[in-house]
């Protein structure tokens, strides 16, 4: 493999409601960082994995993964993105192309993976998986006055894994003022292109308490 894999694990999960650290809740019976991490060890172009934790549970989450495949823990920060940077800082400077995973999309598919890191290697710079928006969507004020329906068609809604040239996400991250809710926005700051492939329903995001019901299906049709 040529490729190193970022996994941002250490969010607290404060939207699914009281509990463990998000990457630590279970999905019929194991920790989601756990679904995550199988899948990600899969994909042949996978050659390092990088989770950053929780500070508080880094030791715990090397001991849960260990027996899953080989990984590097590192302490999380405050923000996605410092949590991102903390992992990204230990990937060894020979390593061309970086992937950024969420672990809170424990069931992406090793097939992703591949598509997301064959894109790169064909030649772009920043790759993003994504799908089409099925809801209308409206813009609207504080008040809930709508202003106006934007044109769907050219929406995506964005996933991870997202694939890097390894110096264009070190030099997004390094240029990053504000913070930004996925890498790639990063890099579009650059004014680098950022090429989209197609998605999986399977990368959904466990968000909200649904998500999590939504998945303990889907990893169903997945196992
Ligand atoms: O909160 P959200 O669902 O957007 O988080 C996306 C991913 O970023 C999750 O896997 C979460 O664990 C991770 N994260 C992190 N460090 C933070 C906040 C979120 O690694 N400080």
Same mark, same amino acid.
């Given at each position: 493999?040529?490729?190193?894999?970022?996994?941002?694990?250490?969010?607290?999960? @404060?939207?699914?409601?009281?509990?463990?650290? =998000?990457?630590?809740?279970? #999905?019929?019976?194991?920790?989601?960082?756990?679904?995550? /991490? &199988?899948?990600?060890?899969?994909?042949?172009?996978? !050659?390092? /994995?990088?989770?950053? %934790?929780?500070? %508080?549970?880094?030791?715990?989450?090397? $001991?849960? +993964?260990?027996?899953?495949?080989?990984?590097?823990?590192?302490?999380?920060?405050?923000?996605?993105?410092?949590?991102?940077?903390?992992?990204?800082? @230990?990937?060894?400077?020979?390593?061309?192309?970086?992937?950024?995973? $969420?672990?809170?999309?424990? #069931?992406?598919?090793?097939?992703?993976?591949? !598509?997301?890191?064959?894109?790169? !290697?064909?030649?772009?710079?920043?790759?993003?998986?994504?799908?089409?928006?099925?809801?209308? /969507? =409206?813009?609207?004020?504080? $008040?809930?006055?709508?202003?106006?329906?934007?044109?769907?068609?050219?929406?995506?809604?964005?996933?991870?894994?997202?694939?890097?040239?390894?110096?264009?996400? &070190?030099?997004?991250?390094?240029?990053?003022?504000?913070?930004?809710?996925?890498?790639?926005? %990063?890099?579009? =700051?650059?004014?680098?292109?950022?090429?989209?492939?197609?998605?999986?329903?399977?990368?959904?995001? /466990?968000?909200?308490?649904?998500?999590? %019901?939504?998945?303990?299906? +889907? #990893?169903? #049709?997945?196992?």
């Amino acid at each position: 493999g040529d490729v190193a894999v970022v996994v941002p694990a250490a969010g607290a999960g @404060v939207r699914l409601g009281p509990g463990a650290p =998000k990457a630590l809740r279970l #999905l019929e019976g194991e920790p989601l960082l756990v679904h995550a /991490i &199988r899948r990600t060890a899969a994909a042949p172009s996978v !050659r390092m /994995i990088v989770v950053a %934790a929780p500070p %508080a549970e880094v030791e715990a989450v090397h $001991d849960l +993964l260990a027996p899953v495949a080989p990984v590097v823990v590192v302490a999380g920060g405050a923000e996605r993105q410092d949590s991102v940077a903390a992992a990204l800082a @230990v990937v060894p400077g020979d390593v061309g192309i970086v992937l950024v995973h $969420d672990a809170a999309r424990c #069931l992406a598919p090793a097939e992703l993976f591949e !598509r997301v890191a064959a894109a790169v !290697r064909d030649g772009a710079d920043a790759v993003i998986p994504a799908l089409p928006v099925v809801d209308t /969507i =409206k813009e609207v004020a504080a $008040d809930g006055t709508v202003l106006g329906t934007v044109d769907r068609s050219v929406l995506r809604a964005v996933q991870t894994p997202q694939g890097f040239r390894a110096g264009t996400l &070190r030099a997004a991250h390094a240029a990053a003022a504000d913070s930004h809710t996925d890498d790639a926005g %990063a890099v579009e =700051k650059l004014g680098r292109p950022v090429l989209c492939v197609p998605g999986s329903d399977f990368a959904m995001k /466990i968000t909200r308490p649904i998500d999590l %019901a939504l998945a303990t299906h +889907l #990893l169903k #049709l997945s196992a």
